[in-house]
């Protein structure tokens, strides 16, 4: 199985900074994708950002400019550096991890718990 535990959330004022981290324990299999959802109360869970394996990056519209993923690959974390932050950014920012192997084939997608995101005066 392939853990995965985020950190990092916390209150923030708007306009500030918060900076996400993802850790993948270490499994047999290949991380791939790695990507950052969140929910807000009331709402559905959605994508913010994703980081291929070889690198490349996608954004919601909506933090396009202000967030950014990045991805250590020694360390199997991710982290998203999240600036300017608006009220409208608070939610459960969840990270998950895409695995896979070869032999025996196998594709799955594990979730962390999640970590608190409050931006707030």
């Known amino acids: 199985q392939v853990q995965v535990v985020e950190s990092g959330g916390g209150l923030v004022q708007p306009g500030g900074s918060l900076r996400l981290s993802c850790a993948v324990s270490?499994?047999?299999?290949?991380?791939?994708?790695m990507e950052w959802y969140r929910q807000a109360p009331g709402k559905q869970r959605e994508l913010v950002a994703k980081i291929a394996s070889g690198g490349g990056r996608n954004y919601a519209d909506l933090v396009k400019g202000r967030f950014t993923i990045s991805r250590d690959f020694a360390k199997n974390t991710a982290y998203l550096q999240m600036n300017s932050l608006k009220p409208e950014d608070t939610a459960v920012y969840y990270c998950?991890?895409?695995?896979?192997?070869?032999?025996?084939?196998?594709?799955?997608?594990?979730w962390g718990r999640g970590t608190q995101v409050t931006v707030s005066s």
């Open positions: 270490e499994s047999p299999f290949r991380i791939n994708d």
């Open positions: 998950a991890a895409l695995y896979s192997s070869y032999d025996p084939p196998v594709e799955g997608r594990s």
